[in-house]
DNA sequence: TTGTAAGCGTTATCAT
DNA sequence: ATGATAACGCTTACAA
């Protein structure tokens, strides 16, 4: 690979000169610039990013650590970061923490993971990456960042303590109201909750945009038609029973797995979804299309908020103004209207 | 950030004694090297790679570019390169193609992205990288990488037609012919295949592993009985009738989503999969473990094709010898045995 | 055991 | 319009 001092010599001119072409500076001759240029071409010469880096103090390149490459959310959030960037033409470092194959679903439990991220920050600083982006593998607190961070730092699908760290998260709240409003539209007034677990942050904040379209729908809150799963589809179906008991005319399911579940429940008790009964889900992951009836469900903005987060860094390098209210960025859920919601007569 | 001389000065060292303290050089006094560490710990130093990469010529960093991060066997190849990786301490630097959202499906057909792909591996040279891994999107022939690219490169899960550049794939063939021997087994002799679009490799060799099964078991291999479909769920609810007119027991279909729509048609035929009928799929998508029955079928090795294509571009980085016929590395299939398959009374 | 100084491939300042 | 040269932060002979 040749140098710019090779390209210069086999062109007769001053290194300064072949760099001021390939920055475009100006104030070159045109003769001298074709020339240069030709050669460069011909001995097909790349410039040393490494060495222009150590120059000129910046490397346009952003670090990303991915709590875990292989959950279902982190693959669109990392291309919503990765749009963007492509966009401003920052370059990604990539590191995959593997923490669930490591230490199985429990690692946020303890923390010995904290001084695993602290090491791979230390070696992003070292390289010198202008910002970091966090992706959490799930929707929670996040507090291993250290706050001597020197570089802007956002944690994506997670929540931050220290407004410093903005941080970007779904607006489970409004998606929750607006799938339950659905319901309600629909004629349905007695909505059972199969919850996710019950410390979830999406769990508490799905289950207040549920009570909020009760509210606006004139529909009196009954706790007793909140039950609480595990998130898998085992929980829907076996939490079906007791809403059916109460009457419920429609199950509101924390995500599509446990509406699996309940699919699979309301099957054996002979009731169709979306004609004798309506079910819908969270997240429409992959086989929320596939079920029978089609799972009418709320689609998390995943890739959105990897492109939010990345919007997010650019302007605190830049030194740009930030505006949201102690950096928490909300994103938007989308709907997707399926057909597992029947429509009840009035009165019925 | 303080750099190596300031910690210099603050030791009252020369900036050579701090360099061998922090490499470990040895032939450095006892207490010097101590008060060295100290105020490094002190001062919060971290070395910067950027200045040790210009110097040494080595990055420890390869490249990977991934065709569409959102594709569904990308997250775990990048998984394994990322595990492997982190063993050999090399960082990744991640480049998302988004060929399926930029092109939709049809961008290989093109071959607008050649350039895309040729201008992102010039970056990924000037950045110094000395490796890189194409992730394909699909198994097939890449042959978007110039000839001329300086640095050893791997494609994983793709075919290359340059001996120079080795490439990790599915051992396809055995895959196959594991499940179609599982239904013989299984007292099946009139096995059924929906297979995938004729022109893909998968469908080409995955039917041959069918073939070799049949001839194993001595079962006449009838062309009728295999009929193609386009991978999508509804083309294997299409195209089940045609198999069971011909008396098929059993039912390979080449993906689960197939499966899937295998599974829709049987349900309105009256014919209860596992019991009256068996069908097998092939990629173990998530749904797979989901259906009712869940689907016996066949896992592909996404994690160990990513881990595999990490080693072998480390053996070229280390300039070892490479043991692959024709550069070509094969990764085998896991089945997962679910319960889509009945067993056959002999002579029924 | 420790220090001096050259040099990695650039950019940027200042002359010419 | 072009060139000489210092400097970026580090490693590495080589000298002391």
């Known amino acids: 690979m040749p140098t710019i001092k090779e390209i210069a010599k086999a062109c007769n001119v001053s290194v300064a000169t072949v760099s001021n072409i390939l920055n475009e500076k100006g104030g070159v001759g045109e003769k001298t610039k074709e020339k240069v240029l030709k050669v460069i071409e011909e001995m097909n010469y790349t410039p040393n990013s490494v060495a222009k880096n150590l120059k000129t103090k ?120 607006e799938l339950v409003r659905h319901l309600i539209s629909y004629g349905h007034r007695k909505i059972g909750v199969i919850a996710g677990k019950k410390d979830s942050i999406h769990t508490q904040t799905r289950l207040e945009g549920y009570q909020k379209a009760l509210f606006d729908g004139n529909i009196l809150y009954d706790p007793g038609m909140v039950v609480y799963g595990d998130w898998d589809r085992k929980s829907g179906y076996e939490n079906t029973d007791i809403l059916i008991e109460k009457g419920a005319t429609a199950i509101f399911c924390m995500n599509d797995f446990m509406a699996g579940g309940a699919y699979d429940r309301l099957d054996e008790l002979g009731l169709k979804v979306g004609e004798d009964i309506a079910v819908v889900g969270y997240d429409n992951r992959e086989m929320a299309s596939y079920e029978k009836p089609p799972l009418t469900t709320m689609g998390l903005p995943l890739h959105d908020i990897g492109y939010r987060a990345s919007e997010v860094i650019v302007r605190l390098l830049k030194k740009e103004e930030l505006h949201a209210e102690n950096g928490i960025y909300y994103i938007e859920c989308n709907p997707f209207i399926r057909k597992s919601v029947n429509r009840i007569e009035e009165g019925q």
């Open 58 to 177: 910046n490397t346009r390149s952003i670090g990303v650590i991915a709590e875990d490459m292989t959950v279902f959310a982190l693959p669109d959030i990392i291309d919503g970061i990765t749009e963007y960037c492509e966009k401003v033409d920052y370059q990604i470092l990539l590191v995959n923490l593997r923490l669930f194959k490591k230490f199985k679903d429990s690692y946020y439990q303890n923390d010995d993971y904290k001084v695993i991220v602290y090491k791979e920050i230390r070696k992003l600083l070292s390289k010198q990456v202008e910002g970091i982006i966090y992706v959490a593998a799930h929707e929670r607190l996040i507090n291993v960042i250290p706050d001597t961070i020197p570089i802007p730092t956002v944690v994506a699908y997670g929540f931050t303590n220290k407004p410093q760290i903005p941080s970007v998260v779904v607006l489970d709240m409004t998606g929750a109201q």
